[in-house]
Nanobody, 126 residues
């Protein structure tokens, strides 16, 4: 059974940092792009960041460029999202996702992701 489990969410003051992790089990995603999305209450799920299988190519939403960094450790089957300079508008449930097809570039298209985690809550106080 494939599972993606996010962790690292929590409450942080504006300007602070958090590091999210997403650990995959049940299969390896070392040849798949991975992504992070987020959903605030009452709003649609939005793309945050994605990384290709090797870590050599990344993609970010404009709203997080320069503040967030996605990375991965294929030996640990884990992807990370380092979030710095957090703003109240970054508050949301953050989901990681694993790409549908091997060796594809990072994408902001939800339909290109086959597996999703349950999400981790990030709260940013002003």
């Amino acid at each position: 059974q494939v599972q993606l489990v996010e962790s690292g969410g929590g409450l942080v003051q504006a300007g602070g940092s958090l590091r999210l992790s997403c650990a995959a089990s049940g299969r390896t995603f070392s040849r798949h792009a991975m992504g992070w999305f987020r959903q605030a209450p009452g709003k649609e799920r939005l793309f945050v960041a994605a990384i290709n299988w090797s870590g050599g190519s990344t993609l970010y939403a404009d709203s997080v460029k320069g503040r967030f960094t996605i990375s991965r450790d294929n030996a640990k089957n884990t992807v990370y999202l380092q979030m710095n300079s957090l703003k109240p508008e970054d508050a949301a449930v953050y989901y990681c996702a694993a790409g549908l097809t091997r060796l594809r570039p990072p994408t902001n298209n939800e339909e290109q992701y086959a597996y999703w985690g349950q999400g981790t809550q990030v709260t940013v106080s002003s």
